[in-house]
């Protein structure tokens, strides 16, 4: 007899036993008979085959119907992690298992649980499906060790990497599955939906994360980063109590946020599969009727392409990812992600702030070459974020979306300055959107255009001269703020010899807010630009008499053209003319110290040329003209500055004042007793 006719007596006696036996001697017989019939399917012979298949048909139309049967579950289980098991023994085999599992006391099948998951990681996906599904029934009830060394005996497969990962993926697939909806959702292939809901009803969903969350946080077995991705999923569920096991199981673990590989895993739920993305389209739409417009074509996505999660979910993830230094420089990555909680179809206005808050991020931790790489780019994403949030309905949302963005435009141009040194266009909108922003909006813009000033820094003298025109227009709005950073623009871009800058801080000496004037101040005493900030120093040069002079006269010639108010008022208010007054009398004793003259000597070098004559005359009319002031002080420190001039060339500079003795006369009645001494 041959070996095959031998394996096929064996059987027929097994199917004669089974076909005798009552129903209360069943489960005794499958006791003995189920694993060497299995174990025939090793064979390669197709006659012994059928048999063994004409034998467990008989069993499977007996077993089915009598859940009261058990059947040898722990036999099973040593003959699927038997190395010389067959994959068509194990098809089978597994079949029985979870057939036996299912009809397993609770504590029956706490006991041998963890031994489903040992070597997962070597399964077929068929196969790890079913085992895992069986798993997740009791993971709630499984008793956890104290000891580590005992939790390490009990749970294998947390600590080899193979396991972990078909595990704690499938963990996750069924967090990510919510309990409503038929269409595949949010983080989630078709493939992965199908594959959880395939063995869990979605009223005992609920039930299985909560068990799955249980076992993550109390057996402590896998590493704090591989189990970090389930609960971050886990703490935006629909379901309150799972928001608050993945929350607290989340505070208990330390998370290394610069692992790689956790960073890598957190952008795939953002931004979905590449699959997903470069879906193509399927079929042409069926054609429209008369006089409508053609349907869009489908999109045809592969069934295991993955969707990116939710906008909560995305949301969450970003203010994780904005705690990582390598998620700053994975670039593209934060460029995609970046854009695509901006603009993307499913973004929301709190996903908005959240992709705010990782820019900024970003622009602070990336590595310039990748902050190069996508500067341009980005900076046209956030200008056009604000030109489409300028059409919004302002809200406290809006205005909080606003300040972020404008935020990371100011921390982008201190990164890559050159993307702004010569942009008028972007300053210009900053000035402007900082004198009509909503209140709450202007903080963040004026701390934007501060950190703007260190770009504008490299402005070529072109640019800088453009800026100028600017900012002389800005220092006398009306808005202290926007007088404000025009004056810390002109105090840190240009020279303290700069004299068109040193003319904007006169003008505001005066205003009503002390930040202004703090500021104005600033930029009339002798400093240095050290560190994108002006430092005081005594040895700065002031800028030449002769122009500050010069510029003074013209400036105010152009004033007068354009002022409203009675004729012979003066061009300034009387504080900031007697500001001016010291400007123009310090520079010409630093003028002579610079030429290394005596002050008589340089006031009697300057009448030896015309333009020297001309600019001393134009002093005279500027002391001339406020003499008549009503303010004391103003009177005072004209006076005091006429007769020092006076006395630096008595000759040549007295002889313009013997014909106007009555006129000097005059102003002995008026103004302070020192301006009348001087007078005198």
């Not at 209140?439 to 004026?446: D, G, H, K, L, T």
Request: glycine share 4%; charged share 25%; with cysteine.
């Amino acid at each position: 007899m041959s070996e095959i006719e031998k394996d096929i007596g064996l059987l027929d006696k097994v199917l004669s036993r089974l076909a005798v036996a009552e129903d209360a001697q069943l489960e005794k017989e499958l006791k003995t008979l189920l694993i060497p019939v299995l174990d025939k399917l090793k064979t390669s012979h197709e006659p012994v085959r059928r048999k063994v298949m004409e034998v467990l048909s008989h069993i499977n139309k007996r077993v089915k119907p009598l859940p009261a049967i058990k059947l040898p579950v722990l036999e099973l289980l040593g003959q699927f992690v038997d190395p010389a098991s067959t994959g068509f023994l194990l098809n089978f085999n597994l079949i029985y298992l979870e057939m036996g599992f299912a009809r397993c006391a609770l504590e029956e099948k706490k006991s041998f649980a963890c031994q489903l998951l040992v070597d997962i990681g070597k399964r077929s996906v068929m196969q790890q499906d079913i085992l895992l599904h069986m798993f997740s029934t009791v993971a709630e009830h499984i008793q956890i060790p104290a000891e580590d060394s005992e939790r390490d005996k009990k749970f294998p497969f947390a600590s080899t990497p193979s396991d972990a990962r078909v595990i704690l993926d499938f963990f996750l697939d069924v967090l990510l599955t919510p309990a409503h909806g038929d269409e595949t959702p949010p983080g989630l292939s078709a493939a992965a939906h199908k594959r959880v809901l395939a063995k869990m009803p979605k009223d005992k969903l609920v039930e299985r994360k909560a068990a799955i969350l249980d076992f993550l946080t109390k057996s402590n077995s896998f590493a704090p980063n591989e189990v970090a991705l389930l609960l971050i999923v886990a703490s935006c569920d629909f379901h309150h109590d799972i928001v608050r096991r993945g929350e607290d199981g989340f505070k208990r673990i330390k998370v290394d946020f610069e692992d790689k590989e956790f960073v890598r895993r957190m952008y795939a739920l953002v931004q979905g599969s590449s699959d997903w993305k470069r879906a193509p389209p399927a079929a042409p739409a069926a054609a429209a009727a008369p006089g409508t417009a053609p349907a869009a074509p489908e999109t045809k996505v592969p069934e295991n392409a993955r969707r990116p999660v939710g906008p909560i979910a995305k949301a969450k993830l970003l203010g994780y990812l904005s705690r990582s230094i390598t998620a700053a420089n994975m670039f593209p990555n934060t460029l995609q992600v970046i854009f695509d909680c901006v603009y993307g179809d499913e973004t929301t206005i709190r996903l908005k702030q959240a992709a705010m808050s990782f820019v900024q991020w970003v622009f602070r931790q990336a590595a310039d070459s990748q902050l190069k790489a996508m500067s341009s780019v980005i900076l046209s994403g956030l200008l056009k974020l604000l030109d489409q949030l300028k059409q919004e309905t302002p809200n406290s949302d809006m205005n909080q979306l606003k300040s972020f963005t404008y935020n990371a435009l100011g921390l982008l141009s201190k990164r890559v300055p050159s993307q702004f040194a010569e942009d008028m266009s972007v300053l210009e909108m900053f000035f402007e959107n900082l004198a009509t922003e909503d209140q709450r909006v202007r903080a963040s813009i004026q701390d934007s255009l501060q950190m703007f000033a260190q770009a504008y820094e490299q402005s070529s003298p072109e640019t800088l001269a453009k800026i100028e025109v600017l900012l002389m227009s800005i220092v006398e709005k009306s808005d202290y703020q926007s007088k404000f950073v025009g004056l810390l623009f002109a105090n840190r871009l240009y020279p303290f010899s700069h004299i068109p800058s040193r003319f904007m801080c006169l003008l505001n000496v005066e205003d009503s807010k002390l930040e202004v004037k703090e500021e104005a101040f600033r930029g009339l005493r002798p400093f240095v630009r050290k560190d994108h900030d002006i430092v005081p120093d005594p040895t700065a040069r002031y800028p030449p008499f002769v122009d500050v002079v010069a510029y003074i006269g013209r400036t105010s010639a152009e004033r007068r053209k354009t002022r409203k108010g009675p004729a012979g008022s003066l061009d300034y208010p009387a504080r900031v003319y007697e500001e001016m007054l010291k400007f123009a009398h310090t520079a010409l004793a630093d003028s002579a110290k610079a030429a290394d003259l005596p002050v008589h000597l340089y006031v009697s070098r300057l009448l030896e040329s015309e333009d020297g004559k001309v600019r001393l005359a134009d002093y005279r009319a500027m002391l001339d003209a406020v003499l008549g002031s009503g303010s004391p002080d103003l009177h005072h420190a004209a006076a005091r500055a006429l007769l020092e001039l006076l006395s630096y060339e008595p000759g040549s500079l007295s002889r313009d004042y013997v014909g106007r003795l009555d006129w000097l006369q005059a102003f002995l009645g008026t103004g302070a007793s020192g301006g009348m001494m001087k007078i005198g």
